[in-house]
């Protein structure tokens, strides 16, 4: 069974500065990274997906990349919808997610 | 555009079943798979299972062995899942999503909440 971990549990950034999320797989997932942001009360939706794909209607300021096990989701410039909790997900065996990062307002 | 519309919120005894619909629109039912993924109060997102509709092929989480059976209606592109023996930890949302056989979720649908009273 592959465990997806990620850290922060908690970042507090500012509006406009760079976040930078990790992700981690207990053994190689390839590149079957997704990622996903969820906003209080609204169900997740797909940011990224390979590692690095940015899923339609995703803004440029989103990016992901790594491989095998470590895995990173940048958000080059925050603005204030993106205060959210982001998940990462696996999907080269049967799906599983992280425990998910909270991307808060310093 | 694809949408995943779900049935309403449920109250339940611990110890009976559930079962949550999830009706699609908008691109090819048959061409997709079908997860449901919970989410408890204030938790993280778990995979449940998954059915691929053209194939009637089902697939479970080890979790959820023996207690859950997702099912799909091609005739009215319509997806469900059946949860039994509830207890009070099955409190939470579900979500049908939407998988285009690659293993990540592009569409989701609205959630169902199930509370589990005893």
């Known amino acids: 069974e592959i465990v997806m971990t990620q850290s922060p549990a908690t970042l507090s950034v500012s509006p406009g500065e760079r976040a930078t999320l990790s992700c981690r797989a207990s053994?190689?997932?390839?590149?079957?990274v997704a990622w996903y942001q969820q906003k209080p009360g609204q169900a997740p939706r797909l940011l990224i997906y390979?590692?690095?794909t940015r899923a339609t209607g995703i803004p440029a300021r989103f990016s992901g990349s790594g491989s095998g096990t470590e895995f990173t989701l940048t958000i080059s410039s925050l603005q204030s919808e993106d205060f959210a909790v982001y998940y990462c997900?696996?999907?080269?065996?049967?799906?599983?997610f992280g425990p998910g990062t909270k991307v808060d307002i310093k | 555009q694809v949408q995943l519309v779900q049935s309403g919120a449920e109250v339940k005894k611990s110890g009976s079943s559930v079962k949550v619909s999830c009706k699609a629109s908008?691109?090819?039912?048959?061409?997709?798979?079908i997860s449901w993924v919970r989410q408890a109060p204030g938790q993280g997102l778990e995979w449940v299972g998954r059915?691929?509709?053209?194939?009637?092929?089902?697939n479970y989480a080890q979790n959820f062995q023996g207690r859950v059976t997702i099912t799909a209606d091609l005739s009215t592109s319509t997806a469900y899942m059946d949860l039994s023996s509830l207890r009070s930890e099955d409190t939470a949302m579900y979500y049908c999503?939407?998988?285009?056989?690659?293993?990540?979720?592009?569409?989701w649908g609205q959630g169902t909440l199930v509370a589990v009273s005893s």
């Open positions: 390979g590692a690095s």
């Open positions: 053994q190689s997932v390839s590149s079957n």
């Open positions: 059915i691929i509709p053209i194939l009637n092929i089902a």
């Open positions: 997900q696996q999907y080269n065996n049967w799906p599983c």
């Open positions: 999503v939407r998988d285009l056989s690659s293993g990540y979720f592009d569409h």
């Open positions: 908008g691109g090819t039912f048959s061409s997709y798979t």
